[in-house]
């Protein structure tokens, strides 16, 4: 449960800056093109409903 909040942590200097920079006109957005690639942590029931139906516990 670390890791997510020290990454966030350490990474809000410089998402400041990226919002300052866009809300400025400085960065072009570039639209999106292709499939996402985003993924997320897994949820406290995926990891429950993953290790019932595996057999882990």
Sequence with gaps: M????RLAA???E???ET????LNGDIKILPTTGESK???HPTFWFYLWTGMIKGVW
């Design 2 to 5: 670390t890791y997510p909040y």
């Design 10 to 12: 350490r990474s809000r």
């Design 14 to 16: 410089s998402c400041v």
């Design 19 to 22: 919002v300052g920079r866009v």
């Design 38 to 40: 985003q993924w997320y």
